[in-house]
């Protein structure tokens, strides 16, 4: 689909979804990447990280891949604090956004 730079206006509704399910998906994948960016980034193996907030390898490696349906904000907030980050939650509706907390 050679519309990547196009005008929105021009788009046919169509490609205007194929559009926005693009946008989705890197948003997606931003998040995935972005757990393990973050622990790599600061040199934590998936063994010391887990160690560090008494969860398992495998829940860690569940929470990098995408899989936090079931994770809770403060579980979230433990992780990033580990590695000296913090925790930032954004509603987004439309092209609208709210940070929360």
Known sequence: MGFAYADPEVLTEAQREAVAEHQRRVQVESRRL????????????QVELAGALKLSVDRIARMETGDLDRVQLSTLRRYAEAMGARLQVRAILKDMHAEIG
């Open 34 to 45: 972005s757990l393990r960016a973050l622990r790599e980034e600061a040199e934590l193996s």
